[in-house]
């Protein structure tokens, strides 16, 4: 760890201790809550995959702790029971089994799990049989073989058994016979296509991992009683039923509950607590009630068991008391009355409980908990009732949506931290807020605005008009909107006596524009607009236009020419020299341009970012490779020998022969693989890291060097580091072009520089375009530099041949 990590651990510790002291003062005495999830694997498996989430809990509520317990069906039914536990995570046949004999507050919150690429909070069953089959319906099912997982499996077995029972088949009496394969569920699949079984029953999802694992091939299967009007993104045969419900039990405190769901709420899919526990995160909770129907129905636990009275157990229940009944009717009929009264206000009280519940979990789902201003959610929402007011009552408005993205915002919460960014973050939204409360009471008094935290430093601003404006007016409107809500970041923010200037790029879209506008539409239209902000520089208000919805059709057109362009040699690599601050040269890095017929030589953002979206890349990458290692044979044959970098993207590291393709290439040009640095990115380390690791140390030793390009710009690039067998550090030209000029991109790039020198690793300074950058870096560490000051892009077999 660095001395800056260090130091600022110490400091979290050093608040943590306060903390617990002045909770100590408060007379608020520290508490350890026990939170039980279902094992249905070993337990020590179970408690490595949930501890994150008992941790990341834990910070939730200062002060207390989440301690973690994994266990079977049984021994987590004993804990409920004994009291040991405050929370449960378990299924949804297992929840309504102990709703059913304990007191318990509701679900506070639903799992979110990844199903072939799908984010999902439900599940369901799926029957089917082979397309060569004469089952045509679930009617055909009677009297037939059946594969299923197990009879206690929701979407393995009783989903499709309660939808059979809807068609008049009660399983399994009614079924020539029930083969029990047990896990995984890709027996069932495998007893179908034996000819084992005339059926098969698997949870939804299974038939396509099947598939995409190479073996199953769906077409050979006729899926029956398929739901194709739910958005189920997967094979459905059932009813949806929700995933594993986050459950408080009653003695739990009200606040704490909130606190634990507002957590649970916010935990996002792509932090390690989610990659850990393999899950999506979780979501406001679902409806378990169809689970209890299923299980009434089906006579499942707890609902298994007939309830027999007879006389003797009444007698034997309420003899005292039709004896003291007998001598004593006036006391009881006293007592029944205040019982009845006491009863009543405690279902009056119960019923204000489950309406104060609601309106928390509403404001969860609806409003962002850092800032307090309504959320994605809400947004889309209110412009889904927008347009349904417009299409459905004929009442055409005009109204403007405005998306607000912070300017450098990503930089500073590094070199300040995440405290510091949330601060600035509330600080933003109430400027925001205030401007639009200040909007609203203008003379301009026939519209409403809301204001809206979409993400991160993302913003918008809704303003509703209760008419429709002209063409001019609304152009006038959206001109004033726009400087009064630039004047938001005029006025430098202060932090600590500290002021500090901001500014935002901007985009907005006045909607509808035709009969056939809708949400996505106008979303769509505004991220347009906000992508060409973003080009223009810092500071910008751009209006969509007509034209700009144009880039996505070049888009369209870059994706269907690329091909053709990497077949038939339109692309050329350009070199641009890495030299020492002496003006010697040191290396260089290949750039690929791409000599389009028509549009003249096209720069990599033009196509790039198309290839990035698919497979396109791969086989860019591959004709990058063969290129390069062209262009260092013809040094060779020149006596030129010098190093080149090239860039190799995360699609293309990925690929399963990734390793043995790019050494038999080296291979057959008989080039020296010490001579070629291959230059990856952040968002490919933190992806399957063990995988990064085992093929980055295999390329190592054969001879590649390794570097990390635009160090500083992606995610927990330090507590990587050490892990990785790299030789360089390339640092982003967005930090490089600020060091003299700004203090936060100063203190980055010497951070930056000092934890290359502590690791022994050579660092690149990308985009030197002036004296004094040159002079700031030269001043702090022996660096290699690579930019315009010394040398743009060159065509490469001009560049090489000038060397010679």
């Avoid at 249905?40 to 179970?46: C, L």
């Avoid at 202060?494 to 996505?520: I, K, V």
Wanted: overall charge negative.
């Amino acid at each position: 760890m660095s001395g800056t990590g260090c130091f600022v651990f110490y400091r979290f510790r050093q608040a943590l201790g306060l903390l617990g002291l002045l909770l100590i003062s408060l007379g608020i005495e520290a508490k350890t809550f026990t939170l039980g999830v279902l094992s249905p694997r070993p337990v020590a498996i179970t408690e490595e995959r949930w501890q994150p989430l008992a941790d990341y809990l834990s910070k939730a509520l200062p002060g207390h702790e989440i301690q973690l317990k994994a266990a079977n069906y049984k021994d987590l039914d004993a804990l409920v029971t004994s009291g040991e536990l405050d929370f449960v995570l378990t299924n949804p046949s297992h929840y309504i089994h102990i709703r059913y004999h304990q007191e318990l507050s509701g679900a506070l919150a639903t799992l979110l799990v990844e199903d072939q690429g799908h984010r999902l909070s439900g599940f369901g069953g799926v029957i089917f049989t082979l397309k060569t089959s004469n089952v045509q319906t679930l009617a055909d099912l009677k009297n037939q073989r059946l594969a299923a997982v197990s009879s206690d499996s929701l979407g393995g077995y009783q989903a499709q058994a309660f939808e059979l029972m809807q068609q008049g088949i009660r399983l399994p009496e009614e079924a020539s016979q029930l083969l029990l394969t047990g896990m995984p569920h890709d027996l069932a699949v495998t007893a179908v296509l034996k000819g084992q079984a005339d059926a098969g029953f698997v949870r939804t999802g299974v038939l396509e991992a099947l598939q995409a694992e190479g073996r199953l091939d769906l077409n050979k299967l006729r899926i029956l009683n398929p739901q194709t009007d739910r958005g189920f993104p997967l094979h459905l045969s059932t009813h949806l039923y929700p995933e594993w419900p986050f459950v408080a039990l009653a003695k739990v405190d009200d606040d704490i509950s909130r606190r634990i769901a507002a957590a649970l709420l916010m935990l996002k899919a792509d932090s390690s607590v989610a990659q850990a526990a393999h899950i999506q995160g979780f979501a406001i909770p679902a409806d378990y009630a169809p689970v209890e129907d299923l299980a009434r129905a089906l006579r499942l636990p707890p609902y298994d068991q007939p309830f027999q009275l007879t006389f003797a157990d009444i007698w034997a229940q309420w003899k005292h008391w039709a004896l003291i009944l007998l001598s004593s009717l006036a006391v009881l009929l006293l007592a029944g009355s205040l019982y009845l009264l006491y009863t009543n206000r405690k279902l009056t009280r119960s019923h204000a409980e489950i309406k104060a519940m609601a309106q928390r979990v509403h404001h969860l789902a609806y409003y962002d908990p850092l800032t307090g201003l309504s959320n994605r959610l809400y947004l889309n929402q209110t412009l889904d009732e927008i347009f349904a007011t417009n299409h459905h009552e004929y009442k055409h408005t005009s109204n403007l949506l405005i998306f607000i993205n912070l300017d450098r915002f990503k930089v500073l919460n590094l070199a300040r931290g995440n405290n510091f960014g949330d601060q600035l973050l509330k600080a933003v939204a109430e400027r925001l807020h205030q401007q639009s409360a200040a909007l609203d009471t203008q003379r301009f008094g026939y519209f409403q605005t809301w204001v809206a935290r979409l993400n991160a430093d993302e913003f918008a601003v809704l303003v509703a008009f209760n008419r429709k404006l002209s063409s001019e007016m609304e152009w006038q409107l959206g001109e004033s909107m726009a400087q009064q809500l630039q004047a938001c970041f005029q006025e430098p923010l202060e932090f600590d006596g500290e002021q500090l200037s901001l500014s935002a790029r901007m985009a907005s879209s006045y909607f509808p524009d035709s009969p056939q506008d809708s949400t996505e539409a106008v979303i769509r239209r505004v991220n347009t607009a906000l992508d060409q902000a973003r080009r223009e520089g810092g500071g910008r208000f751009v209006f969509f236009e007509a034209p700009m919805g144009e880039q996505a059709i070049q888009h369209f057109q870059i994706e269907k020419e690329l091909p053709h362009a990497i077949r038939n040699q339109e692309l050329c690599l350009y070199l641009q020299p890495q030299m020492r601050a002496s003006g010697q040269l040191a290396a260089a890095e290949a750039l690929v341009r791409w000599q389009h017929p028509e549009k003249g030589l096209l720069a990599p953002g033009a196509f790039i970012p198309v290839a990035e979206e698919s497979n396109l890349i791969v086989d860019l990458g591959c004709w990058v490779v063969a290129e390069a290692l062209r262009l260092l044979k013809l040094a060779d044959e020149k006596n030129l020998s010098f190093e080149l970098s090239i860039n190799i993207s995360a699609r293309h590291f990925h690929q399963t022969n990734f390793v043995s393709w790019i050494k038999d290439q080296v291979y057959a040009s008989g080039v020296s693989p010490q001579r070629l640095t291959l230059e990856i990115t952040e968002s490919l380390i933190i992806d399957n890291l063990d995988e990064v690791i085992s093929k980055m140390q295999e390329l190592r030793q054969f001879g590649f060097k390794f570097s990390i390009d635009d160090f500083g710009t992606g995610y927990s690039s330090l507590s990587y580091l050490k892990h990785l067998p790299i030789h360089e550090l390339k640092i982003d030209k967005s930090f490089v072009q600020d060091v003299s000029t700004d203090a936060d991109s100063a203190a980055l790039v010497e951070t930056i520089l000092a934890v290359a020198e502590k690791m022994q690793l050579q660092v690149v300074a990308e985009g030197v375009e002036t004296l004094e950058q040159l002079q700031f870096l030269c001043n702090r560490a022996e660096i290699l530099y690579q930019g315009y000051y010394f040398s743009k892009p060159q065509p490469a077999e001009e560049w090489i041949n000038s060397l010679a």
